[in-house]
């Protein structure tokens, strides 16, 4: 009986196994009709558009989407990373002693329609002995957020400028240069300081460091780059990576210049 059954089968699948000779004897009489150099141009077509799609694909893979928020302790680096991510700020006061991080759509854009590119945010504290945690996310960050007590300012002006020329002399920011925003935070405050008395304090502090580490032997500072141009005073201007000055308040919710620097990093 099985055997029956296998000469049926053999017998309904013959007509299509004629079929395909026909085809694929066609195909052949087809292929020696076309020149050999037309072949040529069509597998060495086939193979750029296959080469350029590849491209594409590991191009859009290394783009990146973390924004590292640094400067020093009590800054209000961590309130901001709440507003951002669900606009809250946690009663104003939060201390934090490990790096926050978070992939998520910004919070102003969590009601608009359409694919909207999460962020990846991380909070960085400001402990010296934390710092070198940056190190980590350096290498890939499409932008650098550096926040300033515009209050607190003029106690810690020098601190914040070390901590400023650390990062602006690190050969990870420098070789990629990544965009940085110093965000003058707590402006609501009436004794706050202005973007613009902030940033020439700190390039005041910034000239003052240059003069001092170019002293120091080569050896000491080889994974630093020089800042500036020689014999002039310093201003961010001269920096290889773009350096802007904005000002925001956390505990009110007034952060759109933050907002938009991540936007002009982190794409849609």
Known sequence: M???RIELVKAQLQPYLRQGEEYVRRFEEFARQIPPTQIYIAFGVVFFTTFIFYLIR???HTISNTIVLSGLSGGGKTVLFYQLRDGSSHQGTVTSMEPNEGLFVLNSESSKKGKIKAVHLVDVPGHSRLRPKLDEYF????GIVFVVDAVEFLPNCRAASEYLYDILTKASVVKRKIPLLILCNKVD???AHTKEFIRKQLEKEIDKLRTSRTAVSDADISDEFTLGVPGEPFSFSQCVNKVTVAEASALTGEILPLEQFIRERVKP
Do not use: I
Not at 139 to 142: G, I, N, S, V, Y
């Open 139 to 142: 290498p890939r960050a499409a």
């Open 189 to 191: 405050k009436v004794t």
């Open 58 to 60: 590991v191009y859009k």
């Open 2 to 4: 099985d055997v029956d």
